[in-house]
């Protein structure tokens, strides 16, 4: 039974470009949590989707961040023009229904900002 | 709003030292569930106990044991013998009862254990 997946590992990009984060919940798992952390910090929530809906994304920046969990395939983090401040490493979570269940963290991303 | 204080930042040992990570936490719901996750150097995150907060029962898992004190809202945690394994930054995490269940981190504990 494979744990959750992201890819890449680790992810550099100039200032400007975009970034895509993808994640893949764990078998059976239809919800997705995706955090941040920033250096020397703890983990912060961004944002919660279901299968095709965002729950909620009070965690997201107002602007350049998106995310979505299409009926198939993985959950995708999108950065557009990214900036030195968004170099940080970023964990995409699953659990198998809404309620207060452990979350499955994947490997997390680490993207560099140039 | 939920707050999850670690006030420790870090702390170094002596391998066979036990050691106690501390965790203090704020929030208005009756019902919640508090966290430990372990981040090795690898920096993958490691789940390592989910507790209710109708469940004051201490917990003991091998060298590892957890405190859950309601009246003084904390969810420390404990590891007896300490070893070189355990160097890893330790967060302690918050969710509430209602609804679904984001987690609020602390700003986690560096562990450091020297052979």
């Known amino acids: 039974n494979a744990g959750v997946m992201q890819n890449p590992r680790h992810l550099v990009r100039r200032r400007g470009q975009e970034a895509r984060l993808r994640c893949s919940p764990m078998k059976g798992h239809s919800h997705v949590y995706w955090y941040r952390q920033l250096p020397e910090e703890g983990l912060k929530f961004m944002v919660y989707l279901q299968k095709e809906n965002i729950i909620d994304e009070s965690g997201m920046p107002k602007e350049r961040f998106s995310a979505e969990f299409p009926k198939e395939g993985p959950s995708i983090l999108r950065i557009q023009q990214v900036v030195r401040g968004d170099s940080a490493a970023y964990f995409c979570?699953?659990?198998?229904?809404?309620?207060?269940?452990?979350?499955?963290f994947g490997p997390g991303t680490r993207l560099t900002v140039l | 709003a939920q707050k999850v204080t670690q006030a420790q930042t870090e702390i170094s040992v002596v391998e066979k030292e036990d050691v106690t990570l501390d965790c203090v936490y704020e929030t208005r719901d009756t019902t919640y569930y508090l966290f430990w996750y372990k981040q090795p150097p690898s920096g993958e995150l490691v789940f390592l106990i989910r507790?209710?907060?109708?469940?004051?029962q201490n917990e003991i898992s091998g060298r590892y044991s957890w405190n859950f004190q309601k009246s003084t809202s904390s969810f420390n945690f404990t590891i007896t013998a300490s070893q070189v394994v355990d160097s890893a930054v330790y967060f302690c995490a918050l969710s509430e009862g209602s609804g679904y269940s984001t987690l609020t981190f602390g700003k986690g504990t560096m562990l450091l254990v020297s052979p």
């Open positions: 979570a699953s659990s198998p229904t809404s309620g207060n269940n452990e979350q499955f």
């Open positions: 507790r209710n907060s109708f469940d004051e």
